[in-house]
């Protein structure tokens, strides 16, 4: 078996999770959201989180971090990641933080108290639900999970570039300081198979850099593609109602305003991009 090459140059010392946050992840718009939905839906302030699949936990961060007397849960089953955002993000962060935040490393699957106003299951993770009744069930402990009049958000994307092969690239630029100030690199999204006998889609991430160094494969999905229809039906079935999909506002040069709109209509061409809601009872 041939050896495993080892990175080399800038991409030997980049850390693959600050690549992430810094390229997909977007926590406090996610936040102001979730929060805006909330108060409009039920008409009062959430003040409770799980978040689901939950990576480094960065969103439940940003969650107790917009209020005082926000709590937050991330669950996730891999826990040297969740190690990775206690020390690196949630430690550092100060404050009361930490006391308002617990990780669980454990299964979605098996909701525990206390129940919270709202859950999350953000950027597709909840895709690894590969049939009708893996999706639902997990639906169902999601529910579980939540007060009387909590509410779920799901984001999913689509479109008719979505199930062919596909590389997307894009700049980012490190303007906050977590790596290098001002420091550049390259995103790179790729979309390596999608078999549409099962709607399953295998996807990679890859980070290049100014030195033409790269780390290949930094994240790698195996998932099924959901049609909105499809996670409409299994979301009801597993006795959600009202649920809802959202998309960003745009202004006449199509740029994102950062606020959204329910809508009941979509333009399949390209790619598009959503949230979804969903109201227990």
């Given at each position: 078996?041939?050896?495993?090459?080892?990175?080399?140059?800038?991409?030997?010392?980049?850390?693959?999770?600050?690549?992430?946050?810094?390229?997909?992840?977007?926590?406090?718009?996610?936040?102001?959201?979730?929060?805006?939905?909330?108060?409009?839906?039920?008409?009062?302030?959430?003040?409770?989180?799980?978040?689901?699949?939950?990576?480094?936990?960065?969103?439940?961060?940003?969650?107790?971090?917009?209020?005082?007397?926000?709590?937050?849960?991330?669950?996730?089953?891999?826990?040297?990641?969740?190690?990775?955002?206690?020390?690196?993000?949630?430690?550092?962060?100060?404050?009361?933080?930490?006391?308002?935040?617990?990780?669980?490393?454990?299964?979605?699957?098996?909701?525990?108290?206390?129940l919270a106003d709202v859950a999350v299951g953000f950027n597709f993770s909840y895709w690894c639900?590969?049939?009708?009744?893996?999706?639902?069930?997990?639906?169902?402990?999601?529910?579980?999970?939540?007060?009387?009049?909590?509410?779920?958000?799901?984001?999913?994307?689509?479109?008719?570039?979505?199930?062919?092969?596909?590389?997307?690239?894009?700049?980012?630029?490190?303007?906050?300081?977590?790596?290098?100030?001002?420091?550049?690199?390259?995103?790179?999204?790729?979309?390596?198979?999608?078999?549409?006998?099962?709607?399953?889609?295998?996807?990679?991430?890859?980070?290049?850099?100014?030195?033409?160094?790269?780390?290949?494969?930094?994240?790698?999905?195996?998932?099924?593609?959901?049609?909105?229809?499809?996670?409409?039906?299994?979301?009801?079935?597993?006795?959600?109602?009202?649920?809802?999909?959202?998309?960003?506002?745009?202004?006449?040069?199509?740029?994102?305003?950062?606020?959204?709109?329910?809508?009941?209509?979509?333009?399949?061409?390209?790619?598009?991009?959503?949230?979804?809601?969903?109201?227990?009872?």
């Amino acid at each position: 078996m041939a050896k495993q090459k080892r990175p080399k140059g800038r991409a030997a010392t980049a850390d693959r999770h600050e690549l992430y946050e810094l390229s997909v992840q977007d926590p406090p718009s996610e936040v102001a959201f979730t929060t805006s939905t909330f108060r409009k839906l039920r008409g009062r302030e959430a003040l409770s989180v799980r978040e689901d699949f939950c990576g480094t936990a960065v969103f439940s961060l940003a969650w107790v971090k917009s209020h005082p007397q926000r709590t937050a849960i991330g669950v996730d089953l891999d826990r040297e990641t969740l190690m990775w955002g206690l020390d690196k993000r949630i430690r550092p962060a100060g404050g009361d933080y930490e006391s308002r935040l617990t990780l669980r490393n454990g299964n979605v699957l098996e909701p525990s108290a206390p129940l919270a106003d709202v859950a999350v299951g953000f950027n597709f993770s909840y895709w690894c639900f590969d049939t009708r009744d893996s999706l639902r069930t997990y639906f169902e402990a999601a529910r579980a999970g939540l007060t009387s009049d909590g509410v779920l958000y799901l984001d999913a994307y689509g479109g008719t570039e979505v199930c062919m092969h596909d590389v997307n690239e894009r700049e980012v630029r490190d303007e906050t300081g977590v790596i290098n100030d001002g420091e550049t690199f390259i995103y790179v999204w790729e979309q390596v198979e999608f078999n549409p006998l099962t709607s399953h889609m295998d996807c990679a991430i890859h980070f290049e850099f100014e030195d033409e160094s790269r780390i290949d494969n930094a994240f790698t999905y195996s998932w099924r593609v959901w049609s909105l229809a499809e996670l409409s039906e299994l979301l009801q079935e597993a006795g959600f109602t009202n649920v809802r999909i959202w998309t960003e506002d745009e202004d006449e040069d199509g740029d994102g305003l950062g606020t959204y709109s329910e809508v009941d209509d979509l333009d399949n061409e390209g790619v598009w991009w959503v949230y979804i809601s969903a109201e227990n009872c």
